[in-house]
Structure formats: C-alpha cells, structure tokens
T-cell receptor, first 112, second 114 residues
C-alpha cells in the first residue's frame, strides 16, 4: 500500500530560523510528488510539483527537493506569514486516474 | 484564489439526512476531484471525474455518490448522514486526467452532522 509520512508533526521556529520538513514515501511507480500549504479552515494551496530524483524547485523562501525515498521542504529565514500546515502528496503511476495520497502534514508556527 | 468554487461554505444538518455539495472547477479544467478532511484521517481522496466520466475511486462510502455534469460542475451527494461524516469536504480540479496533474483546491464545505 502506498504510504506517505511527514515529520515532524509540528515545528516552532523563531523568525529567521531556517529549517527543513521531511516527507518520506513508499510507493510503486512515483508519477509526481506535490507540496501544498494549508491555512486553518482553508483549502490546500499548490506550491510545487517534483517529478524525478535530484529535482529542485524554489519559490520565495521555500525550496523543495526530491530523492528516491523522500522529499524535503526547506524554509529559509521564515517570516510569521509562513505559518501554516505544509502537506506533501504523491501521485502513483500504477493507479488509475490522478488520485493524490497525502501525508499527515507538518504544522509550522513562526514566531516574531 | 484558486479559481475553484464550492457551495455552500457551511452546512449543519442532522443524522439520517441527505445533503448535496456543489463544485465548479477552474475555467478550462476537465477533471474534478473530491476529498474529505477530518482531524483523525487527514486528507482522503474520494472520487475523480474527467469530462463527465468517473475516472478513479478512493474509499468512498456507498452512502456517498457524485457526478459531473455537461457544464463540468460536480456535485457530491451524502446520504443517511452519521456523526462521523462531519468533516471538511474539498473539491479540486486539474486540466489533465493523465498525470501527473497539479490539482487546485477550492475553499471547502464544512459539514457538521448533529
């Protein structure tokens, strides 16, 4: 069964304190790995798609990387507005359609 | 704003009742997905439609059904509601049905079953 595990579950950072979030996956035939940001009570907001090991994507203070077993979301010099839950999800090649299997998320709180 | 719209925003109903949630995809997107998010289960895939046809199914209960109409909007019907059905229900849309496909999520419908 496809599994996606995110760690840590929660992260408290001081403004400017860089850190990394981990998403490890056990799947057959990764088609794509996605990162989303979710604010409380809102829908997930798309951040990145990673397709193959070694790929990196950047957006403002966020950088996502991918290996054959895991993905990291690096937050550089975070600001309070980066506080959110970060979700990773995988789309698997053998499955019909495009369903996403999500991890449990990492809740990030950035204090000023 | 993702461009995906969902109505209603909140729904409060009683056990045993039936409700309908509505979703309009982003302009040009042909695929619509439904997800359920609860505190203990996280985000769970329910069902996908592509251009009116069912494309993939997750652990969707038999009491739940969905359809996509010719104008591409979709409805999720939940019947014989139970307390455990209380959750956030999200609709997402994407352009393709052959992946990988970036999915864009709507604001959600919060369902409370009393």
């Amino acid at each position: 069964e496809d599994q996606v595990t995110q760690s840590p579950e929660a992260l408290r950072l001081q403004e400017g304190e860089s850190s990394s979030l981990n998403c490890s996956y056990t799947v057959s035939g990764l088609r794509g790995l996605f990162w989303y940001r979710q604010d409380p009570g809102k829908g997930p907001e798309f951040l990145f798609t990673l397709y193959s090991a070694g790929e990196e994507k950047e957006k403002e203070r966020l950088k996502a990387t991918l290996t054959k077993k895991e993905s990291f979301l690096h937050i550089t010099a975070p600001k309070p507005e980066d506080s959110a839950t970060y979700l990773c999800a995988v789309e698997v090649g053998k499955a019909a359609g495009n369903k996403l299997t999500f991890g449990g998320g990492t809740r990030v709180l950035v204090k000023p | 704003d993702s461009g995906v719209t969902q109505t209603p925003k909140h729904l409060i109903t009683a056990t045993g009742q039936r409700v309908t949630l509505r979703c309009s995809p982003r302009s040009g997107d042909l695929s619509v997905y439904w997800y359920q998010q609860s505190l203990d289960q996280g985000l769970q895939f329910l069902i996908q439609y592509y251009n009116g046809e069912e494309r993939a199914k997750g652990n969707i209960l038999e009491r739940f059904s969905a359809q996509q109409f010719p104008d591409l909007h979709s409805e999720l019907n939940l019947s014989s509601l139970e307390l455990g059905d209380s959750a956030l229900y999200f609709c997402a849309s994407s352009l393709r049905d052959r992946g990988p496909a970036e999915q864009f999520f709507g604001p959600g419908t919060r369902l409370t079953v009393l």
